[in-house]
């Protein structure tokens, strides 16, 4: 597999050193050379297979010989070992489920992907590396549990102060061994700044080998758009068209979907749903992409002010914002709009939404609402309700059941280190570790 860099300042490189290295050089974002289609008769038969069997289709297609298909089969079949199940709400709106991997946020499947793949090519260099990653809440518990104890690799995970759900914080700061949380004092935009900036200070490259397990790492996205195929599997015998809503920040899932969609996935169009970080939206509605910084809302995994996958959006459309237009339409919602949805969808149906999957629902719903085709909507649930509990407890006035996985990290000590958000000071701790 080979990969640019969307700035075109650097040369080409093997998906190994793409994941290696995190960023190119240019402080681009690595981008396939070469997305090739999958045959029709894989969609033809798409239905009769497994989640797992799609999986690694999907993966030896996009990555070529790069892998051997015996390694790659058992990278899939281990990371990719829990279910992403299409379930109908109401008329033709169904969501999918992303919940129901060990951190109970669609971030394991990135995660469990990338720690496999990156120790299988560590065991045959027999090097070590430091993984630095930024968080909102999600990504950093997914990442320690993904590579937690896997030797020869230590994570750094900088988390935003006071602006993760509780629960979000005890899965990230409880973990101990290779497992470093770092407590930013500021937005989880200071902490993406900080990650960005150490990988291209030559210093820390030179002492550490830095990569990143956020979605700026090219790594993350392949498996990331496994699961926009088994939803297509899962709907296809209803036989509609199929629009999917992606509730939004980073827009890394997102471009999970582009991908799949450049594959001959036929996604008729996609919804970017955000909340109140609404840059995206704000862009597709103007062509203007103006970052800003982020605010803190309910759903607070998508409190992004810098959305840091958006030149791979622009890249999956030729960089042409007409192109991107007619692909993608965007929408952002509040926090109280957030909370209704909670709350009616529950009173409704008695489908239970995070946050997240509530911005997403919206969105799907809006956008149904302006058609006049009958398609299949599907709305991506990117993590489970009780990760966000005080949220939705208030919101159905009723009490949430925490998932065995969830309750186990409650009563462990929490372990931080509280930083500034100043570079020099992430640089100083790092090179005296
Ligand atoms: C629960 C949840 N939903 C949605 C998102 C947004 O996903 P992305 O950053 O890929 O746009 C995140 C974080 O990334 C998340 O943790
Ligand atoms: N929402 C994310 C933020 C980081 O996103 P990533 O997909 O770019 O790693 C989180 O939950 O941490």
Redesign the pocket.
Known sequence: MELYSTKHQVENVSLKEAIFKGLPADNGLYMPVEIPTLPPAFFDTIETRSFQEIALEVAKTLIGLEIPDNVLTEIVNDAINFDAPVKPVHDNIHVLEL?HGPTL???DFGARFMSRLMSYFLQKDHQEINILVA?????GSAVAQGFLGVPNIHVYILYPKGKVSKIQEQQLTTNGQNITALEIEGTFDDCQRLVKEAFLDTQLNEKLNLTSAN?INICRLIP?SFYYFYAYAQLKAKGKPVVVA???????????GLIAQKMGLPIRHFV?ATNANDIVPAYLASGIFQAKPSVKTF?N??D?GN???FPRMLALHDDAYEQVKANISGKAYTDEETVQTIQKIYQQTGYLL????A??YLGLKDYLTSLDEEVNGVF?A??HPA?FIDVVETAIENKVEIPELLAQVLNKPKEAIAMAPEFERLKSFLLNK
């Open positions: 919940f946020a669609f971030k968080t909102s809440g999600d990504t979605s990331q992606v509730p939004s920040g980073n827009f890394g899932n997102l471009c999970g970017a759903s995994a998508m992004v959305p840091s996958n995070d946050p997240h999957g911005v997403g991506l990117t993590a990760k």
